[in-house]
């Protein structure tokens, strides 16, 4: 099996059952030489042992590989004897539905007739050179599915990593005209192309069993002879303080996972690897500059822009509905957030009516001391309303009152303090979570972050 094409192969026989649902696991993935497919190993007795497989099977001519998951117990075989592994799960990585953009921002020509100096025969010859220059700002989205069995017919979730950037190219055209010995006359052609592929940002979307997910990213280290390690953490978006996974990964071809009690080792294994090893900055980068060099060419003019692929909120409708139950370590784990919740803080008080920040935990909206916690992040509000509404009027200040005694004076008592006001707010169309949002509230204008997973439509609510 080469790079360019890769077909089904067999994991290594090993003793260590198959990993399963609840329980934590640390492995190391590792790229085979010469090879598209992966190998999971974990310590042994003797050093690391080949655990599992993950199988690459494509092609060249598609845009990504389909990744197997695959197990073989001692002397597993097939019906017809031969040599078989057992599928634990599957990711689509092939691209069939991702989506790229951009628009022109800028664009220049010139022209210009000089003298140009022949390093070859140490003499001038002269010439007219031509230049093209072109700016665009792009956005990309790769899309992974994953599966629960090898016909990907069941599945358990999906992965939307969207990125944008800028792209900038530069082509300059000599006509030179040159003397040979003989003295005749010759018209020389040179071409020079200079591009460059920019990604500013990234922005992960992931679900699985029917539950959102929250992904952070960072790199450490890193030098001119090596690459920075990078870290990716995945979990619930209700319960953010409890990992998922966590990988620390080159970037390429050596990842390191490890799962935790509230996760399903395989379709978590599968997801991991896919961020990390397929999806990473360095091919995400890889692919945009292969998406610019395709549908941007030069003598487009400023304000062109198109749009190529399955637009985000199809392949929402079409992938994020379906029958995988969600599982009861996550139904649990998220009844003991609501009752116990790990991150509890108070929202802040507005003290000033002007560009106040106000953030909710990511997953909720916290009610004042002694309340109790919103709705999740990601499910709607019963009643959405199209502006925010106030949940709570401020009580009016409390008059001063005589004292029984007639011959004491008059002692006013403490002005009471106005108390928090519950504010719903929807989000409006073309914002999303994680973005920051401007809300009239009962002072002034109050900015306001939009929970991560919450989508236009949708309502949350804040203490103001």
């Known amino acids: 099996m080469g790079c360019c094409c890769s077909g089904e192969a067999n994991a290594k026989e090993c003793e260590i059952p198959p990993p399963e649902w609840g329980k934590p696991m640390k492995c190391r993935v590792v790229k085979k030489t010469f090879s598209a497919d992966y190998k999971v190993l974990v310590p042994g007795p003797e050093g690391e042992e080949e655990w599992m497989l993950v199988d690459a099977v494509g092609s060249f001519w598609d845009a990504g590989f389909n990744y197997f998951l695959k197990h073989r117990a001692p002397g597993q075989v097939d019906e017809e004897g031969k040599a078989d592994s057992t599928t634990l799960g599957s990711v689509n990585i092939k691209g069939d539905w991702d989506a790229f953009s951009f628009k022109v921002c800028g664009a220049d020509r010139d022209v210009e007739f000089g003298p140009f100096i022949d390093l070859w025969d140490g003499d001038v010859d002269w010439g007219v050179t031509s230049e093209k220059k072109l700016w665009a700002v792009w956005t990309y989205s790769k899309r992974a599915v994953l599966f629960k069995d090898k016909d990907m017919s069941e599945q358990i979730g999906w992965l939307d990593i969207t990125g944008s950037g800028t792209w900038y190219e530069e082509e300059e055209t000599r006509v030179i005209h040159d003397t040979d010995d003989d003295g005749k006359d010759r018209v020389r052609y040179e071409k020079y192309r200079t591009v460059r592929c920019r990604t500013n940002g990234f922005r992960y979307k992931f679900n699985v069993f029917n539950c959102d997910m929250v992904i952070s990213y960072h790199k450490s280290g890193g030098s001119f002879w090596s690459n920075p390690t990078l870290h990716y953490k995945a979990a619930n978006a209700w319960a953010p303080d409890v990992p998922l996974f966590t990988v620390s990964s080159d970037g390429g071809s050596e990842a390191t996972i490890a799962t935790f009690e509230n996760s399903d080792p395989v379709s978590t294994l599968l997801a991991a ?150 504010m719903q707010v929807q989000v409006p169309q073309g914002m999303q979570g994680g973005m920051m949002m401007q809300v009239q509230g009962p002072a002034g204008p109050v900015q306001v972050q939009i929970p991560p997973g919450l989508m236009p439509g949708q309502a949350f609510q804040i203490q103001v």
């Open 273 to 422: 690897y896919a961020i990390s090893c397929k999806l990473n900055p360095s091919e995400f980068g890889s692919g945009a500059q292969s998406m610019c060099e395709r549908h941007i060419h030069l003598g487009m003019w400023p304000g062109c822009s198109n749009f190529v692929g399955m637009p985000e909120n199809e392949f929402e409708r079409n992938f994020s509905q379906y029958p995988a139950p969600v599982p009861p370590v996550f139904v649990q784990a998220q009844a003991n957030y609501v009752q116990h919740p790990i991150v509890m803080q108070p929202m802040m008080l507005v003290q000033a009516p002007v560009q106040q920040q106000v953030q909710a935990p990511a997953g909720f909206a916290v009610a004042p001391q002694g309340g109790v916690p919103m709705q999740p992040m990601g499910q709607p509000m019963a009643q959405p309303m199209a502006q925010p509404q106030m949940m709570a009027q401020p009580q009016m200040m409390a008059q001063p009152q005589m004292m029984a005694q007639p011959q004491m004076m008059a002692q006013p008592q403490m002005m009471a303090q106005p108390q928090g006001q519950m």
